[in-house]
C-alpha cells in the first residue's frame, strides 16, 4: 500500500531552498506516530533536507546518482521509482511517499496512491520553490480529518479509483 504524506500550505507550497516551510510540534508529532515502523520513500533532496536519519523508520532513497551511498542500515538506495514499486508491491504494509514534489507528482499521474495524508497549513508562502500538485477529486475523497491547531488541520484522501 503506498501513501503519500506532506505538509502544504493553501496555496500547495511545501518548501523553500530545500527546507520546510513550517515546523509545527503538532504535525511533526502527527508525521512521527503516523510513520513509525513504516518505510518511507523519498528523493535525494528530500534524504538531505532531514536532520538525520529518523529512528525506528527504513528509508528508501530515490538518486539517479549510481555513486551516491550512505553509510547508515536504515536506508537504503533505489536508482528508479519503478524499482520502489517493484518491491513494495506485495507488502501490506503502509509504505510512505515523504517528498519531494517530483517523486508526488508521479506517483499521482500515474495513481499509485491509495491514501494521502495531507497536513493543510492556513497560511500562504509566495516564495516557495516546491509544490505539492492539485489533488484530483474525481479519484481522491476526504475520509478523515483531523485539527491539529488554529492554523493547521490533517485530511486523510482515499483513492476511489484502486
Known sequence: ?????????????IGKDNKM??????????????????TIIMGRKTFESLPNVLPSRKHMVLTRDKEYKIDNSQVEIRH????VLEEIKSSNEENFIIGGE????????????????????????EDADTFFPEIDEEKYKIIDKKILNKDAEVFVYENILK
Open 102 to 125: 517530483e517523486i508526488y507528482k508521479q506517483v499521482l499521474e500515474k495513481n499509485l496512491a491509495n491514501k494521502i495524508y495531507i497536513t493543510r497549513i492556513y497560511k500562504t508562502v
Open 21 to 38: 516551510l513550517f515546523h509545527i510540534k503538532e504535525d511533526l508529532l502527527f508525521f512521527k506516530n503516523t510513520t513509525i515502523n513504516k
Open 80 to 83: 528508479s521509482l519503478d524499482e
Open 1 to 13: 500500500m503506498i501513501s503519500l504524506i506532506v505538509a502544504a500550505t493553501e496555496n500547495n507550497a
